[in-house]
């Protein structure tokens, strides 16, 4: 499986971004997904996960309120929804696979795989 983030941008505090995270090589509708963000000098914080069917969503608590997960199986696409963007909202995003074993709910690094190459979001002020 290969992932590719994208959608990320220049945008104003206030404003709105929709990322992608399109799969290739498999289908990842039996998958649940992940996206985290990683700012300059700091370690990669979970942003929000979705389950296979779309059916169940659990978010970091820096962005619970403001940005929506969601998936559409058919084009084998993650789509991550931001609003009421923040400066500290900047970083670079990227989205995983969760592997099988780890629990529902998990925010470590260590329980995704597949990394997908980032897409950078920067919020000015």
């Known amino acids: 499986v290969q992932l590719q983030a994208s959608g990320g941008g220049l945008v104003q505090a206030g404003g709105s971004l929709r990322l992608s995270c399109a799969a290739s090589?498999?289908?990842?509708?039996?998958?649940?997904i992940g996206w985290f963000r990683q700012a300059p000098g700091k370690e990669r914080e979970f942003v929000a996960a979705?389950?296979?069917?779309?059916?169940?969503?659990y978010y970091g608590d820096s962005v619970k309120g403001r940005q929506t997960i969601s998936r559409d199986n058919a084009k084998n696409t993650v789509y991550l929804r931001m609003n009421s963007l923040k400066p500290e909202d900047t970083a670079v995003y990227f989205c995983?696979?969760?592997?099988?074993?780890?629990?529902?709910?998990?925010?470590?690094?260590?329980?995704?795989?597949?990394w997908g190459r980032g897409t950078l979001v920067t919020v000015s002020s």
């Open positions: 090589g498999r289908s990842v509708s039996y998958y649940s």
């Open positions: 995983a696979v969760k592997k099988g074993g780890a629990a529902w709910g998990t925010r470590r690094t260590f329980d995704y795989y597949y």
């Open positions: 979705i389950s296979g069917t779309g059916s169940s969503t």
